[in-house]
């Protein structure tokens, strides 16, 4: 299955590739200030490029895609499941079978319409018994009844999502290599 190309997803990638400074933090595991340094040169050009929330949106997978990668966490990413898409999934369909509390769904909606999210929310638990466990990434803040992280220029909390998933995976045991050790 071959990906199209998104020029969000390019431009991204062009960016980290580009980077002099990004290396250099991936060895020092500063996660939050890639994410940060990203953002600050990389959201206003995004944005423009479709329309705000499908642009965070693929912003946002492409960020959590590289750093995952990077920080040696197991996730999969865009994943077809009981004829669902999940965004991404930590650290497989596996374990969600086996143990749901050990696994975490990360939802990232290319929508800040609050009805359209609360039905993708619904959709998931379907397949995630532990509702704590589904966390949202979105663009703008949206009061919902979960775990959730804003990507945006201002107000800005998708900056400790890496840490967070590293906390999860550190205390549910997920993470065999325990790299980030938080």
């Not at 704590?132 to 400790?160: A, H, M, Q, R």
């Amino acid at each position: 299955m071959q990906e199209e190309p998104n020029p969000v997803k390019d431009y991204l990638f062009e960016y980290i590739e580009k980077s002099s400074t990004i290396p250099e933090l991936i060895v020092q595991k500063k996660f939050d200030v890639i994410i940060n340094e990203i953002i600050e040169n990389c959201y206003d050009k995004v944005i423009t490029m479709d329309s705000k929330d499908e642009a965070v949106g693929v912003l946002a997978t492409g960020i959590l895609h590289y750093l995952l990668t990077n920080a040696f966490l197991n996730a999969q990413r865009k994943i077809e499941y009981k004829g669902m898409e999940l965004d991404i999934v930590i650290p497989d369909i596996k374990t969600l079978e086996k143990d749901p509390k050990m696994t975490l769904i990360i939802c990232i909606p290319k929508s800040s319409n609050k009805k359209i999210i609360d039905e993708k929310l619904l959709q998931l638990e379907k397949i995630q018994s532990v509702k704590e466990n589904i966390w949202v990434v979105l663009s703008e803040d949206i009061p919902l009844e979960k775990k959730t992280f804003v990507l945006s220029k201002k107000n800005n909390s998708f900056s400790k999502i890496i840490f967070e998933i590293a906390q999860f995976s550190n205390v549910n045991g997920a993470n065999k290599f325990k790299i980030l050790r938080i």
